[in-house]
């Protein structure tokens, strides 16, 4: 049973944390034997440690465990603590004491304990799979090796500073077209089921001719009219359906083979793919974590099936002994100066500055093309539903100018 407890140390300081335990009395009994003198102590029931973070109920009833920013924020604090000397157990209690989310206090606040007790931080790290993934406890891993721990804190703040704003731009690039989408959508189905039938009436009792286009329009809305659950079930199916087939592994390879072969979008959703492969890859090199592993953690953050299969065949090549460059250079998803930079990088020992080199370099040019891509996209849509409205109004309103003119 898990018990949120506050608590004095030996200098008076304000402690908080998450203990395992069986029962209260046992709980006070291990705060006492840590020399805590124990001033509030709950059942932690909207705490998340151990099997509890891992219950995807009682995290989303309590709210998100550790978001990026709660990460980005996590490894900054560190850096800056262990830069300034402190050890990692006073360091990570600090930061505990600054957490104001219960999930996210909670998971951090039992990673301290755990390091206290003598785990390693790494292995604190890898009992929450779900906050922080596989490259965060390899980076720990190989700095917690080298003794280069704030150096590693120093890295994953960087990376994870990087995903954050890639994230942030490209949400911010696709939830005002999708928001301006969905207005037109609406503004259609105003139309098609309230306007248009008032019209159809009208026309029906002046028993005049129409043109072709308020026709198609009147009898587009009758059918729909009389075909709700249809329409609905249509809807419902352009929603859900792409969330299915999504999730077969066919379909999706054909969506990510496609994606990275689009003329103008291709080259934009190559470049972010690679820059997040060549971030992960190259901070991992430059973390001291080994080649192999370093590959690994890269081809398991690559969601495209067409980039994974590309980090499969370098696995491939470097067991049989070849060599990376040899795999990238004209492969068709790498543009062949990075294949160039990158052999060239590994030949001379430098494959972890290349790698974050070109990361870096790809990363700017991603935020730059997402703002553009935004910019043109905003006042297509418009056009649209401006041209959408203004053909419905003209088709409606056509036959009334004919009878005052007539």
Same mark, same amino acid.
């Given at each position: 049973?898990?018990?949120?407890?506050?608590?004095?140390?030996?200098?008076? /300081?304000?402690?908080?944390?998450?203990?395992?335990?069986?029962?209260?009395?046992? #709980? +006070?009994?291990?705060?006492?034997?840590?020399?805590?003198?124990?001033? /509030?102590?709950?059942?932690?029931?909207?705490?998340?440690?151990?099997?509890?973070?891992?219950?995807?109920?009682?995290?989303?009833?309590?709210?998100?465990?550790?978001?990026?920013?709660?990460?980005?924020? $996590?490894?900054?604090?560190?850096?800056?603590?262990?830069?300034?000397?402190?050890?990692? !157990?006073?360091?990570?209690?600090?930061?505990?004491?600054?957490?104001? /989310?219960?999930?996210?206090?909670?998971?951090?606040?039992?990673?301290?304990?755990?390091?206290?007790?003598?785990?390693?931080?790494?292995?604190?790290?890898?009992?929450?799979?779900?906050?922080?993934?596989?490259?965060?406890?390899?980076?720990?891993?190989?700095?917690?090796?080298?003794?280069?721990?704030?150096?590693?804190?120093?890295?994953?703040?960087?990376?994870?500073?990087?995903?954050?704003?890639?994230?942030?731009?490209?949400?911010?690039?696709?939830?005002?077209?999708?928001?301006?989408?969905?207005?037109?959508?609406?503004?259609?189905?105003?139309?098609?089921?309230?306007?248009?039938?008032? &019209?159809?009436?009208?026309?029906?009792?002046?028993?005049?001719?129409?043109?072709?286009?308020?026709?198609?329009?009147?009898?587009?809305?009758?059918?729909?009219?009389?075909?709700?659950?249809?329409?609905?079930?249509?809807?419902? %199916?352009?929603?859900?359906?792409?969330?299915?087939?999504?999730?077969?592994?066919?379909?999706?390879?054909?969506?990510? +083979?496609?994606?990275?072969?689009?003329?103008?979008?291709?080259?934009?959703?190559?470049?972010?793919?690679? #820059?997040?492969?060549?971030?992960?890859?190259?901070?991992?090199?430059?973390?001291? !974590?080994?080649?192999?592993?370093?590959?690994?953690?890269?081809?398991?953050?690559?969601?495209?099936?067409?980039?994974? *299969? $590309?980090?499969?065949?370098? !696995?491939?090549?470097?067991?049989?002994?070849?060599?990376?460059?040899?795999?990238?250079?004209?492969?068709?998803?790498?543009?062949?100066?990075? #294949?160039?930079?990158? #052999?060239?990088?590994?030949?001379?020992?430098?494959?972890?500055?290349?790698?974050?080199? $070109?990361?870096?370099?790809?990363?700017?040019?991603?935020?730059? %093309? $997402? *703002?553009?891509?935004? /910019?043109?996209?905003?006042?297509?849509?418009?056009? &649209?539903?401006? !041209?959408?409205?203004?053909?419905?109004?003209?088709?409606? &309103?056509?036959?009334?100018?004919?009878?005052?003119?007539?």
């Amino acid at each position: 049973m898990a018990f949120a407890y506050e608590a004095l140390d030996a200098g008076g /300081r304000k402690v908080t944390g998450v203990i395992e335990v069986s029962s209260l009395d046992e #709980a +006070n009994r291990e705060l006492h034997g840590r020399n805590l003198f124990v001033t /509030r102590l709950t059942a932690a029931r909207d705490a998340l440690t151990g099997a509890s973070a891992r219950s995807p109920r009682r995290s989303w009833m309590a709210g998100r465990p550790g978001t990026v920013r709660d990460l980005l924020m $996590l490894a900054q604090q560190m850096t800056m603590m262990l830069r300034a000397g402190s050890r990692v !157990v006073p360091a990570l209690e600090a930061i505990t004491s600054q957490i104001t /989310r219960p999930p996210w206090r909670a998971i951090v606040a039992d990673i301290q304990e755990q390091v206290e007790s003598g785990s390693p931080l790494s292995a604190a790290v890898a009992k929450y799979p779900e906050v922080f993934n596989e490259s965060w406890r390899a980076i720990i891993a190989a700095g917690e090796s080298t003794g280069q721990i704030a150096e590693a804190f120093e890295r994953l703040s960087v990376m994870t500073k990087q995903q954050q704003q890639v994230r942030t731009k490209l949400i911010a690039s696709v939830v005002y077209p999708a928001v301006l989408m969905c207005i037109s959508v609406g503004v259609l189905c105003v139309l098609m089921f309230f306007v248009l039938p008032r &019209f159809d009436d009208l026309y029906a009792m002046l028993n005049t001719p129409l043109p072709t286009m308020t026709q198609v329009l009147l009898r587009a809305s009758r059918w729909m009219l009389g075909n709700k659950v249809l329409v609905l079930v249509g809807l419902a %199916a352009a929603i859900a359906g792409p969330v299915v087939l999504i999730r077969m592994t066919a379909f999706r390879q054909w969506v990510d +083979n496609l994606l990275v072969r689009l003329p103008l979008a291709g080259k934009l959703a190559r470049q972010i793919i690679l #820059a997040r492969i060549f971030r992960i890859w190259g901070t991992a090199v430059r973390s001291s !974590v080994p080649l192999m592993e370093s590959l690994d953690l890269s081809r398991g953050v690559t969601r495209n099936l067409a980039y994974r *299969g $590309l980090m499969d065949e370098i !696995v491939r090549a470097v067991e049989q002994g070849s060599s990376i460059g040899s795999v990238l250079m004209g492969h068709p998803l790498v543009p062949r100066t990075m #294949a160039s930079a990158i #052999a060239t990088g590994e030949q001379s020992g430098q494959l972890g500055e290349s790698l974050l080199f $070109l990361a870096g370099y790809m990363e700017e040019e991603n935020t730059q %093309a $997402l *703002g553009t891509m935004t /910019r043109l996209i905003e006042p297509v849509i418009l056009v &649209f539903m401006g !041209v959408t409205v203004g053909v419905v109004a003209i088709s409606l &309103f056509l036959p009334l100018f004919d009878l005052t003119s007539a």
